[in-house]
């Protein structure tokens, strides 16, 4: 094999590990064979979004730096946009894009494009390859960095032209490098965690606050352990709701924008809130009111950014999440600490009848002649300890976010931000875990990337896809009618009548149309058992009104 650009970009990622790499082709063909002759899958998508998308899900749910590709120019442009999430997700994406040849820099090329600089908000480091010979050890800081806390996505700009040049003549080779470093982790003074549990102690309404941090961290058993031990109750961000399992006895259920009444409500209620792995942002915190003001608030995050926010800290500790819940745990455990009794005997009681309601509203809409989303999720949890679930965002995140039921640690992925995600990433997520996934969209959602169902069947992908289906942008359509005065824009919010089961069979999967929770129960126990991607189309209610604030003001929310 003759050592070019392209050989020595394949023997960073094949050293740091890499088995994946997402892509949608775009012309630097040396690139393609260099990577499969190191034996590195490449993983076609139809659109660089998509890819971008893919690489992320995989990102998150292995906990792998995943790289992905664009072309020049416009598949560059592309690549920028999708890595929005994987900023928010601090997902560990590597984006490699071909730049314009050196020898064509301001001749009005084709496809020339001032891309570089794009890519500055989307990322945590931005490089370009002014060298060939450095472009592998380029490659190797790239994903060195993005694997470094505060994780998040990294890119590197290659003029197209370098890639079949000759490379570094001492580029270590697969083997020769040592794996990509697990920083150190910062550990916690010991008298900020006396401050922490004092502070706990002596609060008569303490709440600890779970973000997506403990989930990174994998911190959720000494969570458990600690809400068990001191009698704390427990919320969730929807990032941090799969750090904890649904069976909790103490656990209260989602806060802030997408989220329960009862959960928003304890958390007004706290007096001392210790805030794990979130950021106090405004999604979480909806629109920064929980918690009030005259709470304590202690936050532990190991990103020094994340502490600076709209709350007047009390405490504020950096330092890694996991290490910092053991040493919580052991001073409880010496101490013998226990919070007040009956306040966690008050949360839970609101938590038992938030949930005899729940039940009430699925046993109320179960004869509507429109399918609910209640009952969609109320079915699919029959199978929350079998599957790992991947939901758009939206109304998609609001219902998932605050019904589903978390059976085991890390089950649930969720677009921050980004309607169309759920989707490509929902694909990713496949390939990192052996259990079947099912992602969760709306008709709106699935339109970004409806193609990418072939990718999943040239690849073997087993995933179900369940798209809830109301023909139209529903939560643009309640903002209109609920906060302007039913000034309904019909041409702004609604889609023709499409059956997606069809469009699925002709790509290639397996497909089901259903209108009621029979036909539903049979084709998700089908898709359950099928070795193919599976499509349900789930004709839903449009009128059908998910757990969001959005509309407090107006109108009292039931869930």
Known sequence: MTNNVATDIAASLKTAGVENFFLLTGGDQPLWIALRDAGIRMVVGRSEASAVYMADGYARASGRVTPTYGQAGPGAANVAAALADSVWAQSPVFALTGATATQAVHMNEYQDLDQHIIFGPVTKWNGAVADPGTAGDLVWQALQIAATPTRGPTHLDIPKNFFGMPGAPDTPRAGSRRNIAEPSKIRPLASEIEAAVTSLKNAQRPVLFVGEGVRLASAWTDLALLSDLAGIPIVATAGGKP??????????????????????????????????????????????????????????????????????????????????????????????????????THCRTQVEGWTVHHKQQIKAVADNAALSPLSVLDELSRYATEVTLVADTGY????????????????????????????????????????????????????????????????????????????????????????????????????????????????????????????????????????????????????????????????????
Request: charged letters at 15%.
């Open 243 to 344: 750090a904890v399992l649904a069976s909790h006895p103490n656990f209260c259920g989602v806060v802030g924008r997408y989220s329960s009444v009862t959960a928003n409500a304890l958390l007004a209620e706290a007096d001392c809130v210790l805030a794990l792995g979130t950021r106090l942002g405004g999604l979480a915190t909806n629109g920064y009111s929980l918690p009030n003001r005259s709470a304590t608030v202690l936050q532990i995050d190991h990103d020094s950014q994340a502490l600076v926010n709209a709350y007047a800290l009390s405490l504020a500790i950096r330092a890694d999440l996991g290490i910092s819940l053991a040493d919580i745990l052991n001073v409880v455990k010496q101490k013998g600490m226990m919070a007040s009794r009956d306040w966690l």
């Open 396 to 559: 998609m995140a609001a219902w998932t976010g605050v019904l589903y039921p978390i059976a085991r640690y890390d089950s649930f992925f969720r677009a921050i931000g980004s309607l169309g995600w759920a989707l490509p990433a929902s694909l990713g997520v496949q390939m990192a875990r052996q259990e079947k996934v099912v992602c969760i969209t709306g008709d709106g959602g699935i339109g970004y990337h409806l193609a990418d169902i072939e990718t999943a069947v040239r690849y073997q992908l087993p995933v179900v896809i369940l798209v809830m289906n109301n023909s139209a942008l529903a939560f643009e359509y309640h903002e209109q009618k609920y906060r302007w005065n039913g000034n309904v824009v019909a041409e702004a919010n609604d889609f023709g009548k499409i059956d997606f089961a069809m469009a699925a069979t002709a790509l290639g999967a397996q497909g089901a149309k259903v209108n009621n929770r029979e036909e539903f129960s049979a084709a998700l126990a089908q898709a359950m058992k099928s070795s193919v991607p599976f499509v349900i189309d789930v004709t839903i209610d449009k009128e059908a009104f998910p757990p969001v604030t959005n509309f407090d003001a107006v109108m009292e929310r039931k869930l």
